[in-house]
Every structure is written in structure tokens, then in C-alpha cells.
């Protein structure tokens, strides 16, 4: 009896607590300006309620922290340099990876912050007596008398590595512009925004400073940000997402990305601490706390080329069959005894395919979905990123918001962004049936971000209180301009063409003896590609098709859904009826990308002149 006191007493205390931090106010002192930020206090009810879930959650309190912050510095910058692609500048290595390539493509802004990250590094080895394995003047040429001035840029917005080093100058803050009141009180944002991906974020954001506090804080109405719309202008080449691109060049994205973003958070006055990851030893097997990777090596065993563990899948697959409608779910728990109980039966049965998915209720299948999540060993924004994250919302407009969010996704490994994606595509789906379920944006958010994100270590209570209403807002952003977060920036794209093409050049050049051959080669090959420019004729490759080859004369306007018409029509003529017709895409293989699913709207004189030596090839896309 004392015992059911005493947890009753304890749920009693954490349940005022919560309410206590529900009702304090948002916009204290470094809190950011924007009215939408000033969240009442009756609003995030939801979100201490699923915070109080969390800490009842005894399989939580059992996982140790497989990662914490370091305060290192040489570490730290050690971290960024290889995350960036960039670890042969701490090894001393010259020639192996990325590293010279990447470098030779930088933006002025990209290259000066990548010069002031090895200048902190080898600064921080010689404190201790160390010798960089390689100086920075090895990699960046730094005349004193030009150290504070901003030197001019090219014409396509590419320069030498070799650069002075420039710190870019100081904006006084200003007043957030995407809000209007009404007499009420509340904020409408009725306008749209344009966004470019054809310069890098980091030169719009140049000059800018964060947003301090203000004074006045507006109560917010669930309806403000879903109002606001952001377009887009359809580069020539088309759009490009995630999915269209090869692994291998989404890892340089990822390597640009992570430069360009840490240029654009400097330019917008804010410092971002990544945390260093410490990796301790993970389950190998299983399902609850077993790393993304591993859960897809052993799905890909049964099932090659799964891309989101087969679990997840199952789960979301489940709620949505039974759970879209329910109201409540995600927030209403199910039966902690029964999600126990199902936890262990996953955990023997599910990779023996004799787990019954039918006793499975909606909600206990959310409150299955919410603990994987959540006992990742790993985040699933990952943990070297979530200080990044959490800054979006110290960033007052929200064209920079999502310009940061939108790096940040390119930032993530493959397996995470793809699971993220599983998950943002179902909450938008359970958001669609707000009139049956109940919840909206807002609520989802709020019940998808303490899950999310997972605050450890000996201040990660504080941090989860200070920083409550910025991750629902994050979540609210991910949910609501998904579409957009995974279409692929086309200047991150044209960096990695330069990428490759600098590391094609080197690698051609790297052995003597076959210099003179290559270069009779290289005459042969501009020739016909003089020619094949001139004539604006490219042969695409159709190996599925009867006809397995056509040359084709390109116009100004003309599409890659022109191709795949064309193809089509072939294909009626020569198919048996009633035969199966797979749909098939157009893609550009090799030159200076690994391979890219076309846009049906590219326009292909304009893919073909930014990829001259590229093969063309129609086939279905992979899933």
C-alpha cells in the first residue's frame, strides 16, 4: 500500500511539474521574437502528457546513453572535418577521398569557413604541443593584408580553396516580417514566399544577424503557420529528389550540405555546439534498440534493397489500416501491459513470421511505433545534429528556417532520412483525418517531438523544459513542407557535378604512362562532342524495349517526358496485348553525376549541356 502511495504521490508531483512548465511562458530572456513561438499555456498539454508517458516507460529508464556531448574542441572540429568529407586534412593523407575535389569547389563563404575549422583545430593541437598532419597553409593560402577583406567572386560563384579568411560582417537584428495581428490578438500569416534553390542558402543569409528578444508575446492560434506557402521555381533541369539520385553522390551532398550549413548559420550570427558522438557497443539482433543499419542488413537478408527497416514499416502499415480514423491515436496510450507484452512477442517472433498482427490494437500499434522511435541507440535526426536542429528556432524568418531544415535532411544518413520520410508521409496522412481523429498538425507534433527529440545526459531535463515548444515547431515544419525538404537543392547538385569532375581530372591525370593516350582520346571525344552539340543529337538506351536504342535530334523545349512518350508509343506497337507495362523513367548515367532519375518537365538541352558526357538511359525506377 505505502508503495502505491509513493507512485502515486510521484505521478501526482510529475503531472503538476508538467503543468507547471506548460504554463510557464515562452518568451523569457533569449527566447526567439517570433509570435508564433509564444505558445499559450494551455497548448502544450499534449505535449507534457506524452513527456509523462515517456518517463512511466520502464524500457526507457533501462537504455544507457550510447552518445553524449564532448567538449573537446580538437575533437569536435576533428568530427566536422571528416563528417564534411574532409578527414585527410587532420591524417595527412593526400590524394585518398573527396577531399581535394570537394575543395576545389567551394563558395567563397563555404571554403573561408572550412579554412576557419582547421585553423581551430590546428590551433587547438599546438595548446597541447601537437603538430598538425598537415598545416593549413598547406591547404589554404592566408595574405595578412587581406585576412579582413572580402575578396570578389566569380561569375558562377566558385573559387580557389586557397583563400584569405573573412568574417562577415554584422547586421543589426530586425523585427520579424511574416506576421501580421488582428485586433484580437492573434496572427494570420496569409502570404507566400519564394525560394531559390539556384544559390547557395549561405549568400542570401550573408550579413544577417539572429533575432533578439522581444517584449510582447501573442497568443497562437493552430491554424498561423499552416497558412504560410513557400514556392519554388522549377529549375530547367527539373526537380530533383532524394530518391533520384545515386548513394554516392547523396553522400557529397551531404558533405557540401553540412559545410554550407555551418557557413549559413555563421552568417546568420548563430553558434551551433554539435555533439560528438561516443559509439558504444549496440545490439546486433533484435528489434527495440538496435541501430537503423543493422536492422536493415538483417531485413535485406530476406527482402534485398529494403530502405526502411521492415518493422517500422509494419507498424505504420497497421495504424494505418485500423488507426487513421481513431480518435486520439498517437496521444491516447494503449494498455501498458499488453504494449509490453507485444514488445516481447515482436522481439521472438517477428523475423520467424509468426507474430499475429491482428491482436495488435491502434493504439497499442502507435505506442509500439512512438518506443521504437525513441530507444534508437542512435537518434533518428541524429545525436551530432540536434543542437542544429533545435537552432532552426532561434532563426526569426522562416525562409531561413526552412532553408536550414532543408540542409539538414540532406545532412542525414541514407537509412535515417528514408525511415524519417516512412514517418512524415504516415503523420500527414493521420493530419488528413483531423475532422475523424482529432488530430491536428499541432496535436501530432506535439505528441511526435519528445519522441523525437531525446535529450541525455545529466542536464537533459533542463533541456527538454527550455526547448519544448521549438521541437513541436520543428516537427510542425517537417510535417507540413515535406514535399519540399526532399527535393535535392540544384546548387548542391551543381557543386557535385564540379566534384566529379575535379576527381575524374585527377584521377585520369594520376598515372604518366597513359597520359599521351588519353589526351589523343580526349581530342577524339571533344571533336564528336562538338559535333553532337552542334546537331543537339543524344542516343538514349531503352534495355527493356524492343527497340533497345533510338538517336534523337534535341530542341529548346523539349522534355524527358517526350522521350518516354515516344518510347511509349514504340512499345504499344511492338507489345503482345494484354501484356504488363512497367513504367519507365529517363535517367542521365555517368559524366559528371552517378545517375539521376530525370523530372518528366527537365528539359534536356540543358541537362545534356551541364552533362555533355553523360549515357542516357530509359528503365523503371527503383522502390
Known sequence: MRASRNRDSLGLHRKVQYQRIGSMSVCGPGAPASPERCVSRDSMEDYWSEVKNIQEDTHTQQE??????????????????????????????????????????????????????????????RKRNRQPMRHVRDVFSTPESASELTPPVSPNGQISPKLPQWNPPKAPPACPDFTTADSNGSSSTLRTIDLSFSTPYSDGARGQQKLRETQECKKIRKEDRELLCFQVVKPRQGDTRVMDLSSDDMKKIGYISLIELTTFYSNLGIEVKRNRVVHSKARDSGIFGVPLMTLLENDRKKYPGSRVPLVFKKLLAKLEQTGLQTEGILRVPGSAVRVKQLRQE??????????????????????????????????????????????????????????????????????????????????????????????????????????????????????????????????????????????????????????????????????????????????DRERSEVKDLRDGVIRVNAPLHAKVSMAIQLSIEMKARDITARFDIEKGRGSRSGSRRQKQHLFEVGGNIGERCLDPDACLLDVYHANPHCQWVLKPRQT
Open 346 to 523: 515482436l522481439e521472438l517472433n517477428f523475423y520467424e513470421e509468426r507474430f499475429d498482427w491482428d491482436q495488435v490494437h491502434q493504439n497499442d500499434a502507435a505506442g509500439l511505433l512512438k518506443m521504437f522511435i525513441r530507444e534508437l541507440p542512435y537518434p533518428l535526426l541524429t545525436q551530432q545534429n540536434l543542437p542544429a536542429f533545435m537552432a532552426v528556432q532561434r532563426i526569426s524568418s522562416p525562409k531561413y528556417q526552412i532553408q536550414a531544415l532543408h540542409l539538414l535532411i540532406m545532412m542525414l544518413p541514407e537509412a535515417n532520412r528514408d525511415t524519417l520520410k516512412a514517418l512524415l508521409e504516415f503523420l500527414r496522412k493521420v493530419v488528413a483525418c483531423e475532422e475523424k481523429n482529432r488530430m491536428s498538425v499541432w496535436n501530432v507534433s506535439m505528441i511526435v517531438a519528445p519522441n523525437l527529440f531525446t535529450f541525455r545526459g545529466k542536464n537533459a531535463k533542463q533541456e527538454e523544459m527550455k526547448s519544448a515548444v521549438a521541437a513541436a515547431q520543428i516537427v510542425r515544419a517537417l510535417i507540413s513542407h515535406q514535399d519540399l525538404l526532399w527535393m535535392v537543392p540544384c546548387f548542391l547538385i551543381n557543386q557535385v557535378r564540379k566534384m566529379n569532375d575535379a576527381a575524374m581530372a585527377k584521377k585520369s591525370l594520376s598515372s604518366e604512362k597513359s597520359k599521351r593516350g588519353l589526351l589523343s582520346r580526349w581530342k
Open 64 to 125: 544507457e546513453p550510447a552518445e553524449q556531448a564532448s567538449t573537446d574542441e580538437a575533437e569536435l572540429e576533428e568530427a566536422w572535418l571528416q563528417e564534411a568529407g574532409l578527414s585527410t586534412l587532420t591524417t595527412g593523407a593526400q590524394g585518398d577521398g573527396p577531399a581535394e575535389a570537394l575543395l576545389s569547389t567551394l563558395t567563397h563563404s563555404q571554403a573561408a569557413m572550412v579554412k576557419k575549422r582547421l585553423d581551430n583545430y590546428t590551433h587547438t593541437l
